[in-house]
């Protein structure tokens, strides 16, 4: 199996986008989104971005490389009442081949692709497809910043194995002049791409400590590095460090309740 397969689909990553909901909404009421958009939500897990956007009157198709979240956006979209212009396919983000040249008006991307393992590929993609005068957004998690998401893969890598020869972190596409270089070798110049760093808020009913559960359940990175600790005797370990992070970052007053803002990087390409 794809490597990357099989990390997005070792756990279950709708447990983890249940706490995402309110901020995907948020995004996409930004995206200038209007009736009859024709929209690409790339690397769409379950639809946190992909089902407000149908909502709001777009056609979108999510694709995912996980088979479990592409069947679990479209039991949401039926939910949704959306299934018949909100459609998730299974596909990988380096290779949209199946997928005709500028067929969206919008390119969405939001802490998707950047997991992807060719990022010059998936910076090819994207702009392939998107029209003439559309637009590609992305949100990325930024490498080295204080809050939760890049702590958290942080504290995970250092349990984990090395990572095998050639890999390329998936943090790189929260560095704008990584962003530009990829960007640039798709054909955009860099007078077409902003970016904006802003928050993103996770929340949870429980306590921190549930929360890091949760992770240690359902988020494949996550998971590997617990397994990795658990071999060298070191789970417990970890999961002080990971309690330590949730609860220092925190922002709910109420008990049994987490709320945290983790900051990321959003990209906007304009596609001439």
Not at 97 to 125: C, H, K, T, W, Y
Request: with cysteine; glycine share 8%.
């Amino acid at each position: 199996m794809n490597p990357n397969q099989a990390l997005w689909e070792k756990g279950d990553f709708t447990r983890i986008a249940q706490t995402m909901r309110d901020s995907g909404e948020a995004l996409v009421r930004q995206a200038g989104i209007t009736p009859g958009m024709q929209v690409l939500d790339l690397g769409c897990g379950d639809g946190t971005t992909a089902i407000p956007a149908a909502r709001l009157g777009a056609r979108v198709t999510g694709v995912d490389i996980a088979r479990n979240l592409v069947a679990a956006g479209n039991q949401r979209a039926a939910q949704a009442g959306v299934a018949d212009h909100c459609t998730f396919i299974e596909g990988d983000a380096c290779d949209l081949s199946f997928i005709e040249n500028q067929s969206f008006d919008l390119v969405i991307s939001i802490f998707g692709a950047m997991f992807a393992p060719r990022p010059f590929d998936v910076a090819r993609e994207m702009v392939r497809v998107t029209r003439h005068g559309g637009r590609i957004v992305m949100g990325n998690w930024i490498p080295n910043d204080p809050t939760l998401v890049a702590q958290i893969l942080r504290i995970s890598s250092a349990y984990a194995p090395p990572p095998p020869e050639g890999f390329i972190s998936p943090m790189t596409w929260g560095s704008t002049p990584q962003v530009i270089e990829r960007f640039g070798a798709a054909g955009v110049a860099s007078e077409a791409i902003a970016w904006t760093r802003e928050p993103f808020i996770f929340d949870f009913k429980g306590s921190p400590e549930a929360f890091v559960d949760l992770f240690r359940s359902f988020y494949g990175p996550t998971m590997n590095a617990f397994e990795a600790a658990a071999r060298d005797g070191r789970e417990q370990a970890l999961r002080s460090e990971l309690v330590t992070l949730f609860e220092a970052q925190n922002q709910s007053q109420y008990p049994h309740t987490t709320l945290v803002a983790a900051n990321f990087l959003k990209v906007t390409v304009d596609v001439g």
